[in-house]
């Protein structure tokens, strides 16, 4: 009651945001796979099956690699991981494709990208058999998308929606606003959240008005890939702030000599958000998890069809 009323806000001038945990609603989630996975094997009935390859010795491909293949161990997986050399051509990558296309005990394929250049990525991911395809980049299952259609959806932009569906945030009649348009995460994510019923904007590089938009929306999903670029005067109070970016900025302060930041200016974005992802541990996890989510998926389709 009165001037004792333990009232945050009024003392001190800062109402802080919900951090979403996205590693911990990852964790859920693929502990909810392997329950599944355990259920299914107990009955003597083959494991899901992941294929991920990797064509070179890109750092970074190898460190997502080797976290997909140890996600698929601990949720019971069957997984194969394929590392080709940098020379090889793109016959040979079609050839593996079809073998694992026919290969019985993988239900989902996965090419790490970006590919060497003297391979054209189209002709390689429109090769994946569309049932197969956990990543949802042959262009087949990317117009399913946007149809409606009940098809797997790719991996970030549908975890960063179960982020959403878990801390029961509304979505529909909502005003959301992508910022990027990459095939990966800002076109994907503008589909799933106009069939969830949002208005939909999506701004890019060449957006004018960008602030302007940031104060219109309930929801921003942030997917440009530039560092702390949203400035958190620009949202709106209690909008849910999604952030995809994982960038990698200098800091003499780390031990390591750099931190990771998203695309937005976090700490003043969470005095004006109701919910917010970090960077680390926001949306980023969610990847792995909707990958297996989508090989299950996968799996259960490719049976009942067979
Ligand atoms: N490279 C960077 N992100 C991804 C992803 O989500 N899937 C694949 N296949 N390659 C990537």
Redesign the pocket.
């Known amino acids: 009651m009165g001037v004792y009323s333990p009232c945050k806000s009024f003392f001190q001038g800062i109402k802080l945001a919900t951090i979403i945990n996205g590693k911990e609603i990852s964790q859920q989630i693929r502990g909810e796979i392997a329950n599944t996975v355990k259920t299914i094997t107990d009955t003597g009935a083959p494991p899901p099956g992941l294929a991920v390859i990797i064509v070179g010795d890109s750092k970074a ?1 190898q460190v ?1 690699v080797s976290a997909k293949k140890k996600a698929c161990e601990q949720a019971g997986f069957y997984s194969l991981e394929i590392i080709l050399p940098a020379e090889t051509t793109q016959a040979q990558l079609l050839q593996k494709i079809d073998d694992l296309n026919n290969d019985a005990k993988i239900h989902g394929i ?5 590919l060497p250049s003297h391979i054209n990525e189209s002709a390689i991911l429109e090769a994946i058999s569309t049932d197969k395809d956990v ?1 949802c ?1 042959n262009p087949k299952n990317f117009g399913y998308l946007n149809l409606g259609a009940d098809c797997l959806q790719p ?2 932009p549908s975890g960063a929606l179960e982020l959403l569906k878990r801390y029961q945030i509304p979505i529909e009649g909502k005003n959301a606003l992508v910022v990027g348009r990459s095939n ?1 995460v800002g076109k994907p994510m503008a589909t799933l959240l106009t069939r969830e019923n949002a208005t939909v904007t999506i701004a890019h590089s060449r957006t004018k008005n960008l602030p302007e938009l940031c104060k219109n929306a309930d929801i921003i999903v942030a997917a440009i890939g530039k560092p702390e670029f949203i400035k958190g005067a620009w949202i709106k109070e209690n909008c849910v702030v999604l952030d995809v970016g994982t960038n990698s900025v200098n800091d003499p302060t780390s031990p390591k000599g750099y931190k990771l930041v998203g695309d937005v200016e976090y700490e003043e974005a969470a005095k004006r958000a109701s919910f917010i992802t970090p960077v680390p541990g926001g949306v980023g996890p969610m ?1 792995i998890a909707m990958l297996l989510s989508n090989t299950l998926k996968a799996r259960e389709k490719l049976l009942n069809n067979n």
């Open positions: 491909s997502y996965l090419i790490q990208l970006p990543d980049f991996c970030t990966i990847t």
